[in-house]
């Protein structure tokens, strides 16, 4: 309470008293100059795509989250614009953002006013030099600027926006600054300081103190390098330490049990190791995560979107959403703190190229099958199919960017997907999507009841959640086996997997509860690719089938048939259902048989 009133306190009297910055000497960030890695860049497929995509900002059509949004040639800022409504001028506390009817989905607002696409633009000019590319970075700053005074407006309610926003605007200064017209140069470092100025006060310490808590500091301890203030770097840098600690798993999994949040995580936590060299724990605690992310990510380095998928990034928020973890990983070799990882020289240009300056590398490096104990999660693995089972507790607090996915589990063959965690899709624009995409019903489980694993509490809460482990746990080269539990409602849901490599995967679903009749649903979220063979047979692709003891139902979109490749975006996908009325204990049975 007495550090939520002096916040309160300080960001009144800014009202009045806005903060200033005074005689500001900006000091450059420790990062590599930006034309001598575009002259490295120039001819790649990377820098093909960054022109291909400034052309798109130019023409004001912005690809954020999962969808493309278009805006007035003058943009409003305060706008959402797939939704058309727009926000005003109040004191930033008083904006509901949550509040759909009121502010539209504020993430689409958000995503724009992180000012990332600047930086794309920035990089595109160094890249190849055009004469309306750098017009349009300073024009947006000084409208960006106009439009929202401080501390009005929804463009200053989240403290982690205005540490991406102001990050963006470091980068800008760093790759073009020297060629920032004179008459601008003051009411930008104005504006950037009081983006310092402000996260200073706002610091997400109790309200969400996860990755907004990590960005935020970022944030201000890059600003505090810039404007070269050492409260600003000691503080950023003390909480960037006391994250890593806190946030993430001594298995090297990020806390919230989101694969999308790790990346997210560890961009961050990367990212400040670049502009202040770590110690030894926080340099291991980068490796774990690496680690994980790459046992995750299996032979295709690609993500299953297991838990919340936010949709943006820290860096470099364009292509494939699921892609994102090879720049991350091929950073994290870059930067020494991951050891025998899988990336390709491309993976290298989106995050280390202009973090640290490297282009040329890459490796195959070997998979194995882990388990990560503290996070619940397990990998299965040949090398060329790819298992991701999700068997661990919801994340803290309320469990928030948590899914009711236990036991579930994906699976990937060749670069293919043939099962499936369908995603986000949205937080707060459709609700009743939220917990649909967020149930149980969406992941590869089973459902009891028609209820899910877990009550949704509001957008970013459960209550009554279960509780998950793994009780048993075998790999070796010829054979993968992992028990584990679900408990929730008075009910016990045992999943068994067991690999016999390289061609037969058994599935065994037992359920235990109360006495009576009861409804019991298997689901398969399968990829695209998937069509029946028979009432009990699937060809999920890749030359899988999925074999069942009891005839299923196929279809597309209805209520459970959705994937969402990015947030914001949703497709229709294949689902698999098995129904059943039965007392318990019931059992269902099912195999993945493999071509070899």
């Known amino acids: ?32 100059d930006g034309a001598a890695v575009a002259e490295k860049l120039r001819n790649t497929a990377y820098a093909a795509e960054v022109e291909r995509l400034a052309d798109l900002v130019l023409a004001h059509r912005f690809p954020l989250l999962g969808v493309e949004i278009e805006t007035d040639d003058q943009i409003d800022w305060r706008k959402d614009y797939l939704h058309g409504v727009k926000t005003d001028l109040a004191y930033f506390a008083r904006i509901p953002y949550l509040d759909f009817a009121r502010c539209g989905d504020h993430k689409v607002i958000w995503e724009l006013n992180r000012h990332q696409h ?157 502009l202040q060299p770590p110690q030894a724990d926080y340099q291991d605690r980068l490796g774990w995560m690496a680690r994980f992310l790459r046992a995750v990510a299996g032979p295709q ?53 202009w973090w640290l300056g490297v282009v040329d590398g890459g490796n195959r490096a070997h998979l194995k099958s882990e388990r990560f104990a503290d996070s ?19 994340g803290p607090f309320r469990g928030g960017h948590t899914h009711a996915s236990k036991l579930s589990f994906t699976l990937c063959r060749d670069g293919e997907w043939l099962l499936c965690d369908p995603g986000t899709y949205t937080y707060v624009a459709d609700p009743g999507l939220r917990n649909r995409f967020r149930g149980t019903a969406m992941h590869n489980t089973v459902r009891i009841d028609g209820l899910d694993q877990g009550t949704p509490a509001d957008t970013f809460a459960w209550q009554e959640r279960p509780a998950a482990q793994v ?21 016990r849901h045992v999943r068994r997997i067991v690999w016999e490599k390289p061609s037969r995967i058994f599935v065994t679903d037992e359920i235990e509860g109360p006495a009576g009749t009861h409804e019991l649903e298997q689901f398969w979220h399968a990829g695209p690719e998937a069509r029946v063979l028979s009432p009990r047979e699937i060809a999920l692709g890749a030359g899988a089938v999925l074999a069942l003891d009891g005839e299923a139902e196929m279809s597309d979109g209805g209520e459970f048939g959705w994937r969402s490749p990015a947030f914001a975006a949703r497709v229709p996908a294949p689902v698999i259902r098995r129904h059943r009325r039965t007392t318990l204990p019931a059992r269902f049975e099912a195999r993945i048989l493999l071509s070899e």
């Open 471 to 491: 009780t048993a746990w075998i790999t070796g080269a010829a054979r993968d086996e992992l028990e584990a539990e679900c408990r929730y409602r008075g009910f």
């Open 1 to 32: 309470m007495a550090y939520r009133l002096r916040q309160e306190a300080v960001n009144a009297s800014r009202l009045l008293f806005p903060p200033r910055a005074r005689n500001p000497k900006p000091q450059s960030l420790p990062l590599p």
């Open 118 to 274: 600047l930086v794309l633009l920035a990089q595109a000019w160094l890249l190849s030099p055009r004469a309306e590319l750098l017009p349009e970075i300073w024009r947006a700053i000084r409208t960006w600027i106009e439009q929202n005074p401080y501390p009005r407006g929804i463009n200053w309610a989240s403290a982690l926006e205005v540490a991406l926003r102001a990050l963006s605007w470091l980068w800008v200064d760093h790759l073009v600054g020297s060629y920032m017209p004179p008459a601008l140069r003051p009411p930008f470092l104005e504006a950037l300081h009081a983006h310092g100025a402000h996260l200073r006060t706002n610091l997400s310490v109790y309200f969400s103190p996860n990755t907004h808590l990590l960005g935020e500091a970022v944030a201000l301890h890059a600003l505090g390098t810039f404007f070269q203030n050492p409260e600003w770097r000691a503080t950023g840098a003390a909480i960037v330490h006391r994250g890593i600690k806190r946030q993430v798993r001594d298995d090297g999994a990020y806390f919230e049990q989101s694969t999308y949040y790790h990346v997210y995580a560890l961009d961050m936590l990367l990212f400040h190791a670049i």
């Open 376 to 394: 619940g999660f397990a990998v299965l693995t040949d090398g060329a199919t790819h298992c991701v089972v999700d068997a661990g507790p919801f």
């Open 301 to 353: 380095r690609e993500i299953p979107f297991i838990g919340d998928d936010d949709g943006g990034r820290f860096f470099h928020p364009y292509g494939s959403h699921a892609r994102y973890a090879r720049a991350t990983i091929a950073a994290c070799a870059a930067c020494d703190v991951a050891e025998d990882v899988t990336y390709a020289a491309e993976d290298l240009h989106p995050i280390a190229a």
